[in-house]
């Protein structure tokens, strides 16, 4: 499954590849002794392995570290993904509209053909298709996303068994709102299923989309992969500090995560009664797709107030639909207000 050109790739070695344990002094990076003019301690170059995090990781979820890559949020994992298995103008991979666009601009940044087989009923994928399409082995990889974003549900776990053991290519599962939802992850799959990749982010539960961390597991090989052709220094240090912090404070995690459900169920309770709300569709995910008389101009009206909803109007399925996220208590107020005043 692997291009060639990136099994034959010779990788940069980085100073911090080259050696690993204590010293002295270092004088092998061209960093500056003197320390940071910026207020902290950045003067060195990070971790390219961010080993420490990795670790904490590996205990909580029960894989090896090596089946653990740490990048520059879900967005880097997705790009590697492509790059490692698809060849430009030749291969293709399969994507489920509606769902994250990142999946599709990544293939075409990369000049490789996305095949789209729309979601059928429930938001559900189009298992029969899919298995066929993916008959052809040109077709290495498709990204499923679950819960799905912007339909906000879960995937059904027989529809993805049935995809992981019919489809030949790789399977990327896009677990960035799994903490949301009351299931497992599919990391307790990876043992069984050599074409799996999972994606996590500390961009939604973890609160920490400013740092810019996303996770892929998968097996050792197609991890060692992940650590062959990315950046050598791809997650700063900083980050990788605050996600080691956020990691060990998993009571506050908890904590953060059961208020969102408690202000979701409150949220669906109160945009039912609005006028304009055609349709509530089921959640998974801290946030709500909501069908409405006409979404353009109720965004844009709430745009006037100040505040902003996502417009997926556009979209695939999403007739006058607008993606809403499950915001603080005082958020969803002002929210309803608005809407009702629209009405
Ligand atoms: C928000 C989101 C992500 C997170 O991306 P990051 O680059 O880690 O911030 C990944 N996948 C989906 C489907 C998302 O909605």
Not at 4 to 17: E, G, H
Not at 199 to 207: D, E, H, N, P, V
Not at 319 to 339: A, F, H, P, Q
Request: net charge positive; proline share 4%.
């Amino acid at each position: 499954m692997i291009r060639d050109c990136i099994k034959k790739l010779k990788p940069y070695s980085c100073a911090r590849d080259e050696f690993k344990g204590e010293a002295k002094v270092f004088l092998d990076a061209n960093e500056n002794s003197y320390g940071s003019v910026a207020n902290g301690n950045f003067n060195r170059y990070p971790d390219p392995l961010q080993i420490k995090v990795k670790k904490e990781i590996s205990k909580q979820k029960n894989v090896f570290v090596e089946q653990i890559f740490l990048g520059n949020g879900s967005d880097e994992a997705i790009d590697l993904i492509i790059r490692i298995f698809c060849d430009p103008e030749k291969d293709k991979i399969i994507i489920n509209p509606p769902t994250y666009g990142m999946y599709e601009v990544c293939a075409n940044i990369n000049n490789v053909e996305v095949l789209k087989i729309p979601l059928i009923e429930n938001f559900q994928p189009d298992v029969k298709k899919i298995i066929k399409i993916g008959d052809n082995p040109k077709v290495k990889v498709i990204f499923l996303c679950s819960p799905n974003n912007p339909t906000a549900n879960l995937i059904n776990k027989g529809l993805v068994f049935e995809i992981l053991n019919n489809f030949k290519g790789i399977v990327v599962i896009d677990e960035a709102y799994i903490d949301f939802a009351k299931t497992e992850s599919f990391v307790n799959e990876l043992k069984n299923y050599p074409n799996l990749i999972i994606l996590q982010t500390f961009s939604k539960a973890y609160g920490m989309a400013a740092l810019r961390l996303g996770i892929a597991f998968s097996t050792k090989e197609i991890i060692s992969y992940f650590n062959k052709i990315k950046m050598p220094y791809n997650v700063n240090d900083f980050s990788q500090q605050k996600a080691y912090e956020a990691l060990i404070n998993i009571d506050q995690k908890n904590k953060n995560i059961n208020q969102i459900l408690i202000n979701r169920e409150d949220l669906i309770r109160k945009l039912a009664k609005c006028q304009t709300v055609k349709k509530i569709y089921p959640t998974d995910s801290n946030f709500l797709l909501i069908e409405v008389e006409n979404a353009n101009k109720a965004y844009h009206y709430l745009c006037s107030k100040g505040v902003i909803v996502r417009n997926r109007h556009n979209l695939t399925l999403c007739d006058n639909c607008l993606r809403i996220t499950v915001g603080t208590k005082d958020e969803n107020e002002i929210l309803i207000t608005e809407l009702a005043n629209f009405n």
